[in-house]
Every structure is written in C-alpha cells, then in structure tokens.
C-alpha cells in the first residue's frame, strides 16, 4: 500500500523529471552561488581504494547544510553527506536511493509523510532517526541563526512562528529586534524513529522534488552542542567524513565512511580538498601533476586545455545561468529604464564568442536550458540594442535618474576567470551607451557573498545560479522572491515584488507540473521587465585531471562525483 501511494503521489513529479531529459542541457568554471545534486555515492561497486587532491575555492560559511548555499562549501558538504532522495545525472529524475524509503502524499500535495530507511548512521555511529532531520530544519528555520537556506522552509506549516525580526549588520553580525515565536515549525511532526510528517501551509505538488537540496540533509544530536566545532569538522551521514577540521586557506581530507549505509561507498580511501585562491595556479598545479583534478579552468585553457589533455579533459552539461545582478538599494539603479539600458547595452553573442570562443551560450531568459518551462527568448530586454538602450537612459538621465558622467562600478570575484568578461561588460557599457567609465571591483568569492548580503555593492555584480533541484521555480524564487531576502536567503538584488510574488505563490499551490511551470513563466515575465538582474550567458561544467584518477563525472549541479572518482594504483 505505502509502496502503491507513493508512486501515485509522485506520478506528476516523476513526469516532471523525465520531461526534463528531453530539454538536453553560479555557474562558469568559478564559484557560484548554489547547486546540488548527486551527493556522491554513485554506482561505484566495491572500492578500488587510494587517494587524490582536488580544487576548491574557499567557502563563504561554516560546513553546515543550512548554511551553505555555494559551490565551494556545497561540493563539500554534498560529499559528506547523503540527501532523503537523490537526482538521476542524466535525466534529473528523484530516485529513492537515499535515506528516504518513501515520501507519501495525503493526496491534497500539502502534507507528505517520510519513511526512512533503517540502518543510517552519522560518522560519529549515532543513528539517523526522523529527530535528526525535524531538528535540523527547525534549526535552519529559526531567524536568529541567520541560515542561507532558510528560505527553503519558508513554505511549512509555523515557518514564520520562528522568524522574529533579525538583521544583519555590515560586519554580518545578527541583531535580533524581536525574538521569535517559538523554535519549531508546528508542520514538523516526528511519529517514530524512522518516521515523520511535513505539513505545508500551501499545496506544492513538487516539494518532495526538493528535499535533494543540501538544506534538507539531517543533523546529528552532536551538531546543537558544539555548533561552532561543527561548522569546522563536520559529521554527515554521506560515504566520507571530515579526517579533521577544515583549515583557512588550506582545505581539509576525508576518508571513505566505513559504515555508510548507501548502496554504493566511495571508491577512493582518501580525498584531499584543497585550497587556491587562483584558477591559473590550480592549472598548472594539474599540468605539473601536483594536484590531481580541478574544475576551474582559466580563459587560456579554453583554446589549448582540450588538446593538451586529450581524455583528461571533461565535459557535461550544467543547468546555470550567469547573470549581472543590479543591488535595487543603489540610487542610481532604481529607475527600471535605467536596468533595461545596461542589459540592452550589452553585447552577449561578442562576449561568449571572443572571450569564451564559444564554450559559452547567451542567455536570455533566467532560467537554464535543462529545466522544462525554459524559453530562449524570454526577456526581450536581454538582447544587444544600443540604439534602443540609448533612448531608454535618455529619458531616464533627463528625469534625474542617473548620470552618464558617473563611472559604473563592476564587482565580481577575484581568481575565478572573471577578469576578462567583466571588464569586456564594463568597456561595452562604456562604448554603447556614453558611461562615463568603468572601475572593476575584485575581491575572494566569500567576501563577496558576504557584502552582497549585507547590501555593500556600489554597482552591479557578477550573479551565478546553479540549480538546486530541477525545476524553473527555482532559478526564480530563491534569487528574487521577497521572503528571499538575506539573512533568510539568496535574494542578493533585494529585488521586491508582489506581482512576482504571487505568481510564484501561484505556482507552488497550481495543481499540476503544467498549470505551475506556465504560472512560473508569468513570474519570469515580469522579472524580465523589471530586471532586478539581466541574463548574461549558460555555461558547461569543465575539468581537467592527472593520470592518476579517472572516472570523472560533473552532475547538472555543479558537483563533481567524488565518490565515482577511481585512483590508478
């Protein structure tokens, strides 16, 4: 009977995913600002044993899943741990090979019932019960945690019962104003150890779609009595564990979990995650075979790395978008003629072909290709026409609204490949449309997450999104839905809109995939008269490697199949 609802309940979603293969597929070869996926224990049969090094950039936040919401922290974090459900890599469809047995609708897609499986265990032997997952997002949820992933629970039942009013501060310290409500959302019921109930405070038929996300991942009863310890040396439930505390600047090792439960464990015994605070030097470090995998990749590799590495070099689809995001908070910025000229301005086709030599696609629709819904040419505001973007800053200069004799600000992050595109934005913004000049702001990939949040750009700045469960809401709602807004999420543009949020509102209750993907689609439209951001370009997930490993495999999301990876012993 569980077996028989299940598959009912899922049918819909199930369909989603499979239409989702046909669509063929933050972000380029650099740190981006989320994405999941595949946790790292693919069919790997019985370990082959070693150890390799690979690339990381430093992570913006502690090693906690409802803290981190970037690529850098995230490959981590996914390798430690292993999610409720999993994504398949090639056609994104949710498959139960995690620790869930079963996610149950009661049949009206607002509460859902989670069975796990028995047997699971944190690296420290303690069990994975239904408390470890409650208490976990019940801790994320709680505002005065400030959690970046917060956001993914707004949509249980209490949600806001835990909110409080909290800020940051711009050092990033919390101030809490008005302590919560309580410190548990009411929709949250565990019913045994292997057994608990979610009650939304909307439908959303795609929800159990979701809980791959690294926000979903469960807590140990360790984690509330040392947290900041945690943050450090993380114990997950995935096929690694942490051999020891992450270092600053270094990175840190994890060794294969003896005692995970999956059906397949990690191949190699150890992985050394290491730090570089610049790609080029994480090339050469691989050329030289000092490191062993890297998928960050310089400009320069993109005309010679293919050559050079033969077999060595990957390649597989990746469900981002590169965007510019435009701070709503700045003066200068808020007339909306103002950001439909700066997108306008923008030359996408010259940008992917001289500097990427066409490895990258102009976007012009914020969603990626790989989610059904996409439409190529959804923003008619992401095209190049200065002529058009000219006439639009025209009127906004002679209503006050902004100032050509004004230098535009440009931020992104330093030692990741930007240099070259941004400042190619900069000196198009400058050419087509009279800008007076540019000035490029570079700072490392944490602090500017971390001045993003706490609304300290002077100007627009580099926006990456890599998906973090396969579905067009969430290349919308997470980046610029109003609930969204940091500490509570990723909404860095502060962009608010009611249309846009009811829409989505909409959407999560629609009935079914199709009436909320053509309701995700209205949301889509106006952002794209709006522009709180502008489509730049969709990227493809890249890496070298040595001869030492192989097996080589990038998932949708951004994450690289560490526990596929073989050494060559």
Request: overall charge negative.
């Amino acid at each position: 009977m569980r077996n028989s609802a299940r598959k009912a309940s899922l049918a819909a979603i199930t369909a989603l995913a499979l239409a989702l293969a046909a669509c063929g597929g933050d972000d380029d070869e650099d740190s981006s600002d989320s994405g999941s996926g595949d946790n790292g224990d693919g069919d790997t049969g019985e370990p082959t044993g070693g150890a390799f090094s690979t690339y990381i950039s430093e992570p913006q936040n502690p090693l906690i899943p409802g803290k981190t919401n970037e690529t850098e922290g995230g490959q981590i974090v996914d390798t430690l741990w292993t999610g409720l459900i999993k994504y398949n890599n090639e056609t994104y469809e949710m498959e139960f090979t995690g620790v869930a047995e079963s996610i149950e609708d009661s049949g009206d897609a607002q509460t859902y019932t989670v069975t796990l499986k028995d047997g699971w265990t944190f690296h420290d032997g303690t069990p994975v019960t239904a408390q470890s997952y409650v208490d976990a997002w019940n801790w994320t949820a709680y505002g005065p945690n400030a959690a970046n992933n917060s956001y993914f629970f707004a949509n249980i039942e209490g949600f806001e019962d835990l909110q409080g009013d909290v800020e940051l501060t711009e050092e990033g310290e919390v101030i809490v104003n008005e302590e919560p409500e309580s410190e548990e959302m009411s929709g949250l019921n565990v019913i045994d150890d292997l057994t608990f109930e979610v009650t939304l405070s909307e439908p959303f038929a795609i929800w159990p779609l979701t809980t791959g996300y690294t926000a979903f991942f469960p807590l140990p009863e360790a984690f509330f009595e040392d947290e900041d310890g945690f943050g450090e040396q993380p114990i997950g439930n995935g096929p690694y564990a942490a051999t020891g505390p992450y270092q600053p600047g270094q990175g840190m090792e994890i060794e294969r979990y003896e005692e995970y439960a999956g059906d397949n464990p990690g191949n190699a015994d150890q992985i050394e995650f290491r730090v570089y605070a610049d790609e080029n030097t994480a090339y050469t470090d691989v050329q030289a075979g000092n490191l062993d995998l890297s998928d960050t990749l310089p400009q320069s590799a993109l005309g010679s790395g293919a050559d050079e590495f033969g077999d060595r070099w990957v390649e597989y689809p990746r469900g981002d978008v590169t965007m510019l995001g435009f701070p709503m908070y700045l003066e200068s910025l808020q007339d909306e003629r103002v950001r439909q000229a700066l997108s306008l301005g923008i030359d996408r086709e010259a940008l992917t072909e001289s500097i990427f030599l066409g490895s990258r696609t102009p976007a012009q629709s914020f969603a990626s290709p790989v989610v059904d819904g996409y439409r190529e040419d959804a923003c008619e505001f992401a095209t190049f026409d200065p002529d058009r973007a000219n006439d639009l800053l025209d009127e906004a200069e002679a209503d006050g609204a902004f100032d050509r004799s004004e230098p535009i600000d440009l931020w992104f992050n330093s030692g990741a490949g930007h240099d070259e595109w941004v400042e190619a934005i900069g000196i198009q913004l400058r050419d087509n449309l009279g800008i007076a000049n540019y000035s490029l702001e570079s700072i490392d990939f944490a602090e500017l997450l971390d001045l993003r949040e706490q609304q300290q750009m002077t100007g627009p700045f580099r926006h990456g999104w890599v998906l973090d469960y396969p579905s067009l809401e969430n290349f919308l709602g997470p980046l610029f839905k109003s609930t969204a807004t940091p500490p509570s999420g990723t909404n860095d543009v502060f962009y608010d809109s009611s249309e846009f949020d009811d829409l989505i509102n909409q959407g999560d209750v629609a009935g079914d995939p199709e009436e909320a993907t053509a309701l995700y689609q209205q949301a889509e439209d106006v952002l794209c008269q709006d522009m709180p951001a502008t489509p730049l370009f969709y990227g493809v997930n890249q890496a070298v490697h040595t001869e030492n490993v192989d097996n080589i495999v990038i998932d949708p999301f951004s994450r690289i199949d560490l526990a596929g990876v073989t050494v060559n012993q």
